[in-house]
């Protein structure tokens, strides 16, 4: 499902990057990596179902997304093929590499204009994905996604190298969560090696191995069953966790500045005491 693959991603990347207790801290990063990343990483977890001229992803910001959908669906053979592969993974973490070396000049300084493109769809996707918006809420969509990416460009500049990281990360907890379902994945894309008629009678093996080639260990049954909302319910609940944390540590920092901030513009206020 659609919001379990985004709460999944974004719980990974908690992981990945947090330097908290419970977290791996294999890539550290500061709170505004483990912020903007686990929101990133909750779209990244999604792009793999741009493959489908219906998913979520499709309707994120239309009509743009849907014209994208369109292309990939009929580039990668339909739904659950060569975005669900390991070549289809490779795709897309030198994608979020590329845009990451995509940087403006400015007299401000470096602005991160991929990043923050990417980013963009990303962390719009996401929220669609996790119905922070009203289905019929497009431009609230685009005024979220161009707000953030505004942040991301801004704010960010030194810290495009995660990019290749969370999308990584993503697409592999989409292929794992769906490698885990009866649907399966095939991993081997566009090598497809279906089983033998007389294998597929066998009952073990014809749940591993599809009669259309995918791989599956459906530890889960299928998508969207009882099983994967009693795993995704403490998943959700520990990248919810880990996401306020980052958020408070980010408010504790540039709270006293803020605060200093909007002292100095009240005082140059006329009419002000």
């Known amino acids: 499902m659609g919001g379990h693959h985004a709460a999944s991603g974004a719980a990974a990347w908690i992981a990945v990057a947090s330097t908290g207790p419970y977290a791996l801290g294999w890539y550290p990063l500061d709170a505004t990596g483990v912020l903007i990343g686990g929101m990133a990483t909750a779209g990244t977890a999604l792009v793999c179902d741009w493959d489908h001229r219906s998913s979520t992803i499709a309707h994120s ?44 000049q400015t007299g401000s300084g470096v602005l991160s204009v991929g990043a923050g493109v990417l980013c963009m769809f990303m962390i719009n996707i996401a929220a669609k994905a996790l119905k922070l918006f009203p289905k019929s809420g497009w431009i609230t969509n685009w005024v979220f996604a161009l707000t953030m990416a505004g942040l991301v460009t801004w704010f960010a500049p030194d810290q495009w190298t995660w990019l290749p990281v969370s999308m990584l990360t993503g697409v592999v907890v989409h292929i794992v969560g769906d490698l885990v379902t009866t649907g399966g994945v095939p991993l081997l894309w566009p090598l497809v090696i279906r089983p033998p008629k007389f294998l597929r009678r066998l009952p073990v093996l014809k749940s591993f191995w599809r009669p259309n080639g995918a791989l599956s260990i459906p ?29 408070l540590t980010l408010a504790g920092t540039h709270f006293p500045a803020a605060l200093a901030l909007a002292g100095r513009l009240a005082d140059s206020l006329p009419g002000l005491p």
Do not use: D, K
């Open 61 to 104: 910001l239309p009509p743009l997304s849907n014209a994208i959908a369109v292309g990939i669906e009929n580039a990668s053979g339909g739904h659950r093929q060569g975005t669900h592969s390991v070549l289809g993974a490779a795709f897309f973490v030198l994608l979020a590499a590329m845009a990451g070396q995509i940087q403006l």
């Open 219 to 247: 530890l889960l049954g299928r998508a969207g069953s009882r099983r994967e909302w009693l795993v995704l319910i403490p998943v959700s609940a520990y990248a919810m966790v880990g996401m306020c944390l980052a958020a």
